[in-house]
């Protein structure tokens, strides 16, 4: 994994601004700790951070490819395609040569075989830009589900692009504005396709190319879900996702660094370690390691909520003894309140968020989780994904919050970030943020692929299920991004495969709930691999402390803000000090600290990243 970035000006003559290409590239070191290049020509500029992964010594970036001693075409990779294998015989067999054993050079053969045709050929996760010199044109390329993230800014003269918007900021042409419909999207919990929240910052869509040449900038979308009947029966279409994931989990072990897996005692990550342990056993690759989250004296005094029933610690156990024959490897990371609230590591997950769309202590315990992960594994495979794909949350399961005609997961009271609740009224009047989400909502099932024949339960459930699964999990995947790249950790998502990604969004509602229960079907696919605890397990978010004395740290952080008049202009003060005042209970609520969160991180990002507020 690694990040990119890039200049396109065809008004002027870039090679006089390497040292700005270099602020670019530098802000992504994170990233790519391993290596650094950067390639310059008169109207095309690329940088890179490496992580190495396959291929150490030959992956090195921009890979150029070249013909009788002029450049074709120049490369920025970050990602992994895990077909590359079989496209390196298939262009071997059209007369490409290679000169290393990367997935990168692949990538660039493709691109010189199939122009961007290539993104149809590869399964993976991956964003890239390609500067074309024969044509002089930058090619934007996003993998389809958008596990990996690509920006881009139109200018007068072409066009800037980053993995992160930190990249694109380094450059000073780019001005750090945000606008009323920046600020509604900061505030709505939906990721918009395309949106950068930035004044004039976009993503490359997933499943999207992007193209800026001397006539301009088009877009075209290479791949969206698509809707056919499912011909299969119960038995079959079991059988069918435990081949698909058999697969993926194989495809997804290829690295030459050490690997792991993040364990959470769920179905989902158990199911991948319990496949991954089986591989790495068939194939004689050695034993598995796993990692789990854990806060001090959070299982002994743990309280249910709303969206947890049970603790984590006991199912990742029972998890690692079943697997006692494959001798997995684990470890738990315990965290207590003072990690949590540690200013340098609060300073370290804005700076890799870029925007304060944190969830407070679940991004803090996560970025720290992977701090620790990376002194061991280079890669890790998660379960991230599952739950849109096999709908697994409650709410897919409440029939008032399916048919409430919003985003379910709104309706459902789900809040992990609450900005909102902190703002001045007046200012959230005008921006009318009911009414954006009502435009994006509306906007959204317009895209729905539909089946005719289908009844309405099952119509309507192809609706939820595709708001998740391009509205709702970009935001998961976008926080697992940037916490693990900000301390250079490659995690995969195997359930983000396209190609299973496919066959259960076609996969009747009655099916994907055969036992009256979430997740059917992934049970039914992993239930003889799994002990039964997990098996029974109902479904459990990633967890978030319940220590009282991390409420009053947060508190008390929000008073000296308070205190010292350095509170937002747009903030609301009563609001802040009747959350400062209210009583504490002995578990803290997350929706107190959520709003507390919200605020300290909103004003630290205004702050650190020099923001204008212009609404």
Request: net charge negative; aromatic share 8%.
């Amino acid at each position: 994994m690694c990040g990119i970035c890039g200049w396109v000006d065809f008004e002027g003559d870039l090679r006089e601004s390497g040292d700005t290409l270099k602020d670019m590239t530098e802000t992504m070191a994170c990233r790519g700790p391993d290596d650094a290049g950067m390639w310059i020509s008169e109207h095309g500029a690329v940088g890179h951070r490496r992580l190495s992964i396959i291929d150490l010594e030959g992956g090195r970036q921009p890979m150029v490819a070249e013909q009788d001693g002029k450049v074709l075409a120049v490369l920025t990779y970050s990602g992994e395609v895990y077909n590359f294998r079989e496209l390196r015989a298939e262009l071997a067999g059209r007369g490409h040569e290679f000169r290393t054993r990367s997935d990168t050079e692949v990538v660039l053969r493709a691109y010189l075989e199939w122009g961007d045709g290539l993104a149809e050929h590869l399964n993976g996760m991956f964003a890239f830009g390609v500067w074309d010199a024969r044509r002089e044109e930058l090619v934007l390329v996003r993998d389809r589900l958008g596990i990996k993230p690509l920006y881009y800014y139109p200018t007068p003269g072409g066009v800037l692009f980053g993995s992160e918007p930190k990249a694109i900021l380094a450059n000073p042409a780019v001005e750090r504005v945000v606008d009323a419909e920046g600020m509604r999207e900061l505030l709505v919990f939906v990721k918009t396709p395309e949106c950068g929240v930035f004044r004039g910052m976009h993503e490359v869509r997933p499943g999207g190319i992007v193209r800026i040449g001397r006539d301009g900038l088009t877009k075209r979308r290479y791949w969206r879900l698509p809707s056919h009947e499912h011909p299969d029966d119960l038995p079959t279409t079991v059988r069918t996702v435990r081949g698909l994931l058999d697969d993926i989990v194989e495809r997804q072990l290829i690295s030459d660094v050490p690997l792991c897996t993040l364990l959470s005692g769920g179905l989902d990550s158990s199911a991948v370690t319990a496949l991954a342990g089986q591989a790495l056993r068939r194939h004689d690759q050695g034993r598995l390691r796993s990692f789990a989250v854990d806060f001090t004296g959070y299982a002994e005094n743990f309280s249910p909520d709303a969206m947890r029933d049970t603790p984590d610690a006991p199912f990742v156990h029972d998890l690692v003894r079943h697997l006692e024959h494959l001798g997995v490897e684990h470890s738990d990371i315990v965290l207590d309140s003072a990690d949590l609230m540690d200013p340098g590591v609060r300073a370290a997950v804005l700076r890799a968020r870029d925007l304060p769309t944190g969830v407070g202590d679940m991004d803090t315990s996560l970025y720290l989780l992977f701090r620790a992960v990376r002194a061991h594994s280079t890669v890790a495979l998660s379960g991230e994904s599952a739950d849109e794909v096999f709908g697994g949350y409650r709410w897919f399961h409440d029939p008032a919050t399916v048919d409430a005609g919003t985003f379910p997961w709104l309706a459902s009271g789900t809040r992990l970030s609450a900005l909102d609740q902190v703002l001045d009224q007046d200012l959230l009047r005008e921006l009318d943020v009911p009414g954006y989400t009502a435009r994006r909502y509306g906007e959204a099932l317009a895209e729905v692929p539909r089946l005719p024949g289908e009844s309405a339960k099952e119509a309507r459930m192809r609706e939820v299920c595709y708001l998740h699964l391009t509205r709702f999990v970009q935001m998961l995947l976008d926080r697992k991004d940037r916490m693990s790249m900000a301390v250079g950790l490659e995690v995969r998502v195997p359930f983000c495969d396209h190609r299973l990604v496919e066959y259960v969004f076609n996969t009747p509602w009655s099916m994907k709930t055969f036992d009256g229960r979430e997740k059917s079907l992934l049970r039914a696919a992993a239930a003889d691999v799994l002990p039964e605890s997990v098996l029974a397990r109902k479904k459990s978010p990633y967890p978030s402390t319940q220590d009282p004395a991390y409420e009053k740290a947060l508190k008390d952080e929000a008073a000296r803000l308070l205190d010292s008049g350095r509170l937002p202009s747009v903030a609301d003060a009563a609001k802040v000090r009747a959350m400062i005042d209210e009583p504490a209970s002995a578990v803290s609520r997350h929706d107190l600290r959520a709003n507390l969160e919200g605020l300290l991180q909103f004003t630290a990002w205004l702050d650190r990243y020099r923001v204008t507020v212009a609404v």
